[in-house]
């Protein structure tokens, strides 16, 4: 079935440091791949979206790229904040049940 | 525009006890997804509504069940409540579909005891 495998957390970095969060996903068909993030005490923000390959996600300085060849979609970001501490999970579209399934998710600790 | 409420916010139960959740998704989106996230262990896919309609559900047994009222809100309701039933219960809606990505709410975290 489709899956989605993620790094585990958690991943800690100082302030302005690169960011790397790898996600593979194994799926039949062409799903859509997602980030989103969820933030202490709240629910998950969809960050970013890719539906065909090749295709690039990007929003507030996070980049993903559809890579099939690879059946990838590692999430970056060149210079981190404290603000970017948070749980970000990768997703796919499952379009047989019409459904997203979720990675396990990273958790990010942001030091200053 | 307001996005996906959900209510109570937290709900204590003792175990046994059959718990009501409430979902309103946002305005003109007719489909409603409900997961769990317990601790450690991701997000599990529940149950998915559309125009009124069961159209999916997770690996749950039948003590998981819900609906989907006319005006598109829903509930999500635990019967016979065991402790791994702890965990926060996220609703979802969406007006196209998975391929586009859905809204989430705050969700609702369950304790049993």
């Known amino acids: 079935g489709n899956s989605v495998t993620q790094m585990e957390g958690p991943v800690t970095l100082s302030e302005e440091a690169f960011l790397t969060i790898n996600c593979t996903y194994t799926a039949t068909g062409y799903p859509s791949l997602f980030w989103y993030v969820q933030y202490p005490g709240e629910g998950l923000q969809l960050l970013l979206k890719?539906?065909?390959?090749?295709d690039k996600g990007s929003n507030k300085g996070f980049e993903a790229t559809y890579r099939k060849e690879t059946t990838s979609f590692h999430l970056e970001k060149g210079s981190v904040q404290v603000s970017d501490s948070a749980v970000y999970f990768c997703a796919l579209s499952d379009r047989g049940d019409d459904k997203i399934i979720f990675g396990k998710g990273t958790r990010l600790h942001i030091l200053p | 525009e307001a996005g996906v409420t959900q209510s109570p916010t937290h709900l204590i139960k003792t175990r046994g006890q059959q718990a009501t959740l409430r979902c309103s998704p946002i305005?003109?989106?007719?489909?409603v997804y409900w997961y769990q996230q317990a601790l450690g262990l991701g997000l599990q896919f529940l149950l998915w509504y559309d125009e009124g309609e069961e159209r999916n559900r997770g690996n749950f047994p039948p003590r998981f069940s819900g609906r989907q009222f006319p005006n598109y809100s829903s509930e999500l309701n635990v019967n016979a409540l065991e402790l791994e039933d702890s965990a926060l219960y996220l609703c979802?809606?969406?007006?196209?579909?998975?391929?586009?990505?859905?809204?989430f709410g705050s969700g609702t975290r369950l304790t049993v005891v």
């Open positions: 890719a539906t065909k390959a090749d």
């Open positions: 979802a809606s969406s007006s196209q579909g998975a391929d586009y990505g859905y809204t």
């Open positions: 305005s003109g989106h007719t489909s």
